[in-house]
């Protein structure tokens, strides 16, 4: 364009000079325009350069911000499972507030009906107190008329010489020992015992897991109980099934003989005790009342009575006769095992979760004693000696303990190395005699200590699953594990047989 202004100017015509200012004019305009656009490439290239650095702080706070997502996703997580956590914490919260509602309840029911029994007592101890001072006078009155009649005869034959009636022959033979019954009732024995170490029957009992076995008094017979929800009878002598009971509706934890051998008592998961006639095979009482797994049952010497101990954290005392409970007794905690350590059944001892032992006046229902600190775990079983004066404790702290019924002072501690109970509800025993103590441990193993000095005397296995139950009558041990299978030991070799169920 400028060349064609150059020419247009040389050329010098008016036209020519118009067109070339016109398009100098424009050449300025293009300049002019042409700086601007170099001014605004400047601009926009600085902008350019900040909109980079934009660019980058973004881009920084973009990864910050993910960074931060992140860890607060990973923070969210971790407080949906505590979240998760504490819910459940609030389920079993919930669960135990209602169980305790419902022990509140029980108790408040219990406390009226010991309230309204209480004073039928009252009222029925006001008429026995009549009747008594009744009786009492009329007792007077006939021994004022005796008295005046004798005086009238001895007055009438004061010159006749007196003889001496015989001693009634009743009067005689009241003069005599004890009951035998009474003296008997633990099934002492004075033969000196052996320990047994010769295995002569291993028996596959039943279908599930074992969790019980007793012998009977006459070491005739051993029952166990499973968790197949069935009581079976065994002969020692045979090792052959002599009967199957049955109505528990859970599994069996306990088993006991009552002095006779005619009844067998059944303690169950299923909140309740249950008695079998053992000549019919037939169930004569069921015993509920319970609100917790029923972990041990006994009868006492007379067969009168039952006591249970369950993990509701009572002890009950059962009159069979009436058929309902007569005495509930509050243990403070969940009871393994119970057991009667004199003939008419009035005091009570009990193995707990708490790590305690504890005694209990039948009649009161008042706690005697309470023995804390003998144990660092549960009580699995407590055990009394042949002469009462001495009970066995076994524990998960996998020590025994011997305990003098009249001092509560620990005589002996037993425990070996190896041993180790293996459930909650691990019975120990001692011998006949009360010279030795037999334990099953979780390994299958027999331990036998001397309650004289508390050494092991001797150690036999034959089982390899948990010990949960030892019973020692006469000669025999029956030791049952709970792998389903009972070893019957004794003193003489036999032929060793295997049965199963």
């Known amino acids: 364009m400028v060349r064609q202004v150059t020419v247009l100017r040389e050329q010098g015509s008016p036209m020519n000079q118009k067109r070339s200012a016109e398009l100098e004019a424009q050449v300025a305009s293009l300049k002019d325009e042409r700086a601007d656009l170099y001014k605004t490439q400047g601009t926009n290239a600085q902008r350019l350069l900040d909109l980079n650095d934009i660019l980058r702080l973004k881009d920084a706070t973009l990864s910050q911000n993910k960074e931060e997502i992140r860890r607060l996703a990973e923070s969210n997580h971790v407080l949906a499972h505590k979240n998760q956590e504490m819910t459940e914490l609030v389920r079993e919260k919930d669960i135990t507030i209602q169980v305790i509602q419902d022990e509140l309840a029980t108790l408040q029911l219990e406390m009226v009906k010991l309230d309204e029994r209480q004073r039928d007592l009252e009222r029925e101890n006001a008429q026995l107190l009549q009747r008594w001072l009744k009786k009492m006078n009329e007792e007077a009155d006939r021994m004022n008329a005796e008295n005046v009649f004798l005086e009238n005869e001895q007055e009438a034959n004061a010159l006749s010489p007196t003889a001496l009636s015989p001693p009634s022959t009743r009067s005689l033979r009241n003069m005599g020992p004890e009951s035998p019954t009474q ?39 051993f029952a166990t109980g499973s968790n197949d929800k069935k009581i079976k009878i065994w002969d020692v002598k045979t090792g052959s099934l002599k009967s199957t009971l049955t109505g528990c509706l859970q599994s069996v934890m306990c088993v006991s003989f009552n002095a006779t051998d005619e009844l067998l008592l059944g303690a169950s998961n299923d909140n309740a005790a249950r008695l079998w006639h053992l000549g019919t095979g037939r169930p004569r009482h069921t015993l509920t009342g319970h609100i917790g797994k029923v972990f041990s049952a006994r009868f006492n010497p007379d067969s009168s009575k039952v006591v249970s101990g369950s993990h509701d954290r009572t002890i009950k005392v059962w009159d069979l006769q009436k058929g309902y409970c007569i005495r509930t007794m509050f243990t403070f905690a969940s009871v393994n095992d119970v057991c009667l350590l004199d003939f008419d059944g009035s005091t009570i001892a009990s193995g707990h979760l708490d790590n305690n032992l504890r005694f209990w006046d039948a009649r009161s229902g008042n706690c005697i004693k309470e023995v804390t600190g003998i144990h660092l775990g549960q009580i699995t079983s407590v055990c009394p000696s042949s002469d009462g004066t001495q009970i066995l404790t076994n524990s998960r702290d996998n020590t025994l303990r011997i305990v003098d019924v009249r001092t509560y002072e620990t005589l002996s501690m037993l425990h070996a190395d190896g041993y180790k109970t293996g459930t909650n509800w691990s019975k120990a025993c001692f011998s006949p005699d009360g010279q030795y103590v037999v334990a099953g441990s979780a390994d299958g193993t027999l331990y036998y200590w001397s309650t004289r000095d508390g050494t092991v005397e001797k150690t036999t296995k034959e089982q390899s699953s948990p010990i949960v139950g030892v019973s020692w009558v006469n000669s025999s041990v029956v030791s049952a594990e709970k792998d389903k299978t009972v070893v019957v030991w004794g003193t003489t070799a036999r032929r060793p047989t295997v049965f199963e169920k």
């Open 183 to 221: 003296n008997n009732w633990r099934n002492n024995s004075a033969i000196f015992s052996i320990i047994p170490q010769i295995s002569n029957r291993k028996i596959t009992t039943h279908e599930s897991e074992v969790n019980t076995v007793a012998m009977s008094n006459g070491g005739t017979m």
